[in-house]
């Protein structure tokens, strides 16, 4: 297939575009760079040994983004482009819903003008809200209990791309619901390169871990779970990266959701505990006061990825970390060196 990634400079998108080269499919990146860098699709053109035709356009000025696609080829289309900081979300709300909705609305217009029918979607696991259950399927309710608007966005992405398919019947729509993506390609050449202070624990662990920050903060210790720390799952972003060609390949007519985690969950410290091993350092932390909007434990159930896709993680939480380690130490700076 060639396959049209937009935001496909990003953390998952770049690792997403190498693991599809290596199955023999073609890709063309679409960035506007707004949270991403070039140099990272440098990186994966060098791993691949293959060049990316890279397109730079705003997807939410569709204007932009049609000019800027007339001509590209593409026959299917994987959707990471969005804005995904939590806290940012809250603080500019507007921002978050236009540039997260516009961009699939846009995208969406664009692929019924050029007869294209297959679409995979970054979704996340915070449209499951603070689940009631562990580990979590895909019948689970969706949409109660949000917290900000960028998992509102994630919610309402879902609902459009439902509804444009009752429209377009020939639609071959796939929701992939990302638990906590972390690690990085074990060549460390690429990998995730938060802007400013990271909101996620790997990266922030990583950082103090390089002696860019002093210590983490761990969110809260008292949380029904066996050390008290919140639990989610943690999935290896090469593992993620192969959800998505699995999920393409074997997307069909209609809108399918699959939980794309391991089905294993590890607590703060736990995760603490296999970085301080991976990278030799010591990660001195303080426990404070839990963050607001977290929950104790989010942990996929991915049988249905397993049967439907043949699709599982086969990469350990201490892989990830010895990956996002390799990164880290290679890459100090992230991509601006
Ligand atoms: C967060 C977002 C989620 C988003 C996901 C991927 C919130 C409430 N949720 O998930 O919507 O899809 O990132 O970007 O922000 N922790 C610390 N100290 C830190 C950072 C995190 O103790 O400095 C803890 C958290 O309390 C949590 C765990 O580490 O228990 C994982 O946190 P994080 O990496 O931010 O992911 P989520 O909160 O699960």
Redesign the pocket.
């Known amino acids: 297939m060639r396959v049209l990634l937009t935001g496909g400079a990003g953390y998952i998108g770049s690792h997403t575009a190498l693991t599809l080269i290596g199955r023999g499919h073609e890709v063309v990146v679409l960035d506007d760079f707004s949270n991403s860098s070039p140099e990272a699709i440098r990186r994966v053109e060098e791993l691949a040994g293959v060049s990316i035709p890279v397109i730079e356009a705003d997807l939410a000025d569709r204007e932009a983004a049609r000019a800027a696609l007339a001509g590209v080829e593409f026959d299917s289309v994987i959707h990471f482009a969005g804005l995904?900081a939590?806290?940012e979300s809250v603080a500019e709300p507007t921002r978050y819903y236009r540039v997260n909705i516009d961009s699939t609305l846009a995208l969406l217009d664009l692929m019924a003008e050029r007869g294209v029918s297959r679409i995979v979607f970054s979704s996340?696991?915070?449209v499951y809200g603070d689940p009631a259950v562990s580990p979590i399927d895909e019948e689970q309710p969706v949409g109660v209990g949000l917290?900000?608007p960028?998992?509102w966005s994630k919610f309402m992405n879902e609902q459009i791309i439902r509804d444009a398919q009752r429209a377009r019947p020939e639609l071959e729509a796939v929701l992939l619901r990302?638990f906590?993506?972390v690690g990085a390609h074990p060549s460390g050449r690429i990998g995730e390169d938060p802007a400013g202070i990271?909101?996620?624990?790997?990266p922030?662990i990583a950082q103090v871990a390089v002696g860019k920050r002093e210590r983490?903060?761990?969110?809260?210790d008292t949380y029904p779970t066996p050390d008290g720390?919140?639990?989610?799952d943690y999935i290896h972003v090469m593992d993620l990266a192969e959800g998505h060609v699995a999920a393409l390949e074997g997307a069909v007519e209609g809108v399918t959701v699959y939980n794309l985690g391991s089905g294993t969950g590890s607590s703060?410290l736990e995760?603490v505990r296999a970085f301080e091993e991976a990278s030799g350092r010591p990660i001195p932390y303080d426990i404070v006061e839990?963050?607001a909007?977290?929950v104790a434990t989010?942990v996929a159930d991915p049988a249905r990825a397993n049967a439907e896709l043949d699709w599982r993680t086969t990469r350990t939480l201490a892989e990830a970390c010895r990956d996002s380690w390799s990164w880290q130490s290679q890459n100090p700076g992230g991509y601006a060196g």
């Not at 983490?216 to 809260?220: H, M, N, P, S, T």
């Not at 720390?229 to 989610?232: A, H, I, K």
């Open positions: 995904k939590v806290g996340s696991a915070t917290t900000n960028y998992g990302y906590n993506p990271p909101n996620n624990l790997m922030f983490l903060a761990v969110f809260g720390t919140g639990v989610r703060v995760v839990a963050r909007g977290d989010v």
